[in-house]
Nanobody
Framework: QVQLVESGGGLVQPGGSLRLSCAAS????????MYWYRQAPGKERELVAG????????NYADSVKGRFTISRDNAKNTVDLQMNSLKPDDSAQYYC?????????WGQGTQVTVSS
C-alpha cells in the first residue's frame, strides 16, 4: 500500500533552516508529481511546494518563494523540502502528498516550530 513518511521537523529559531524529507513506498514514485503542504492550528491546509515526476518545474507558494527548495531523488523514492530563512509564520504541521488513486495519499506529517 502507499506509504509516505515525513521526517526532519523540529524547533528552530527565526532565520534558521530545516530540511524535511518524505520517504515514499507502495507506488511507482517516478511516475508522480509530489507535493508538500502545511497546516497551522486554526488554518486551512495550504500548498507549499510541488515538483513534477521528473524533478523539473518546481513551484512554490508566494509566501515561501526564494526561501524554500523542493527536490526529489527518484532512485531513493524521496522528496525533500529545504527551508531557509524560517519565520514564525512558517510554523505548522508539514505533510507530504501524492495524487495516487481517486483521493491521493497523505503522510502523517512532521511538526515545524519557528520560535525564539
Amino acid at each position: 500500500q502507499v506509504q509516505l513518511v515525513e521526517s526532519g521537523g523540529g524547533l528552530v529559531q527565526p532565520g534558521g533552516s530545516l530540511r524535511l524529507s518524505c520517504a515514499a513506498s507502495g507506488f511507482t514514485f517516478s511516475n508522480y508529481a509530489m507535493y508538500w503542504y502545511r497546516q497551522a492550528p486554526g488554518k486551512e491546509r495550504e500548498l507549499v511546494a510541488g515538483i513534477t515526476n521528473t524533478g523539473s518545474r518546481p513551484n512554490y507558494a508566494d509566501s515561501v518563494k526564494g526561501r524554500f527548495t523542493i527536490s526529489r531523488d527518484n532512485a531513493k523514492n524521496t522528496v525533500d523540502l529545504q527551508m531557509n530563512s524560517l519565520k514564525p509564520d512558517d510554523s505548522a504541521q508539514y505533510y507530504c502528498y501524492v495524487p495516487v488513486g481517486a483521493f491521493g495519499f497523505w503522510g502523517q506529517g512532521t511538526q515545524v516550530t519557528v520560535s525564539s
